[in-house]
């Protein structure tokens, strides 16, 4: 079986959905072992349901998404189910095929596709995503919870997400949402941008923020853009731009991160206290780019290069099925008009031209 790229084959012969059915049979005994605590979330309108096997991955993955509790009203739209070896002492089935060797840095991504399902293996992490798309459900597993970078315990379920709410004409993008009075802009761009650090000044300038990093698409009308977790994610560089001290995060919450610098994940409410929103009406697309200006410059840009800034990363980020999730980008900058803003050192600047751009001054 490749792990290079999608493939289509009978289901009788689904080397996938055969994996998924061991893995879904190692969920069990290790639920058996440590027990079950199963959760009752909404995201998006969608009722998500999270069933835990023991408390090592509920503790570690549920806080972040506390937001989307819901009572139970109903089945599920769609179940993940999560599972790691080292508290439960149960082992996933081996991969039916070998992941490449992660080189230092790096956390490269085997997958395989059929019509019905799709296996990812993170080979730095280690982390198994299966998801069965007709069934709208997903195994993700861990060897050990205590071994994820906070960089990537943001956002372990993101690519299970990404693939069972497309199901449901919902989308994962990759993108911070700030706003005012309920609307918002959607901050866009690939890592390194800016995006996460224009998200956050918004924040502490008192504007609200539904994320720094991903968020989920409801086309609507009118389109809406949905917190996934209450959480951000902080180097010690971007710390000290913003000017958040050591009383707020401490050194030692900045650990080892696969990619980049070390980061911490720390809760919006922590470092902007009442700033958190977990939903924003979409009336703006904004691409950031570092610049280094003495004042910050908004274009009105075309829609193809609003596309252009929030396709790529986003499409690169979810690792598979992206040319479903396409045509929901391309529509959302269609909707709305998209802007260049080049960064200014100034960052309460930065935040004034945010504003403007909400409020339709181009």
């Known amino acids: 079986m490749s792990g290079t790229g999608p493939a289509t084959i009978g ?39 999270l069933s835990f096997a023991g408390d090592a991955m509920r503790e570690a993955l549920l806080p972040p998404l506390a937001h989307l509790g819901a009572r139970p ?28 060797p992660p080189e230092p840095g790096t956390n490269p991504l085997a997958r395989y596709e059929s019509e019905r399902c799709c296996v990812l293996a993170a080979a730095g992490t280690g982390a198994v995503t299966a998801v069965d798309l007709e069934r709208r459900t997903a195994i993700f597993h861990l ?7 906070p960089n990537e315990r943001a956002a372990p379920l993101r690519e299970a997400l990404h693939l069972l709410l497309g199901k449901l004409d919902r989308w994962m993008a990759h993108a911070g949402a ?11 761009g690939r890592s390194g941008s800016g995006k996460s650090t224009l998200s956050l000044s918004c924040a502490l300038a008192g504007m609200v923020i539904a994320a720094d990093d991903y968020v989920v698409l409801d086309l609507g009308p009118p ?19 913003l000017e958040i001290g050591a009383d707020t995060v401490a050194p030692e919450e900045y650990s080892f991160a696969i990619e980049g ?3 911490a994940e720390v809760q919006i409410e922590r470092l902007a206290p009442g700033r958190f929103e977990p939903a924003l009406e979409v009336v703006a697309v904004i691409a950031p780019t570092v610049a280094g200006l003495e004042s910050p410059r908004a274009e009105r840009i075309s829609a193809a290069r609003g596309l ?14 992206g040319a479903t999730a396409l045509p929901a980008l391309a529509a959302l900058a269609r909707a709305v008009p998209s802007y260049s803003l080049a960064l200014s050192t100034d960052i309460a600047a930065n935040v004034v031209a945010v504003t403007r751009l909400l409020d339709g001054d181009d």
């Open 308 to 321: 252009q800034a929030l396709a790529p990363s986003t499409l690169i980020q979810m690792h598979s099925r």
């Open 11 to 49: 289901r009788e012969a689904d080397p996938g959905l055969a994996f998924l059915g061991e893995l879904e049979a190692a969920f069990e005994r290790a639920g058996a072992r440590a027990g079950h605590a199963d959760e009752a979330l909404e995201i998006a309108g969608m009722r998500l349901g």
């Open 223 to 241: 389109p809406v853009a949905h917190a996934v977790q209450s959480t951000a994610k902080l180097t010690e560089k971007t710390a000290g731009l």
């Open 178 to 188: 700030v706003g005012i009075g309920g609307r918002g802009a959607l901050v866009v």
């Open 143 to 149: 060897a050990d919870i205590a071994a994820l970078p």
């Open 261 to 263: 610098a070390p980061k």
């Open 73 to 100: 009203a109903g089945e599920p739209d769609l179940r993940i189910s999560v599972f790691d070896t080292a508290s439960t002492g149960v082992e996933a089935p081996p991969l039916p095929w070998r992941p490449p």
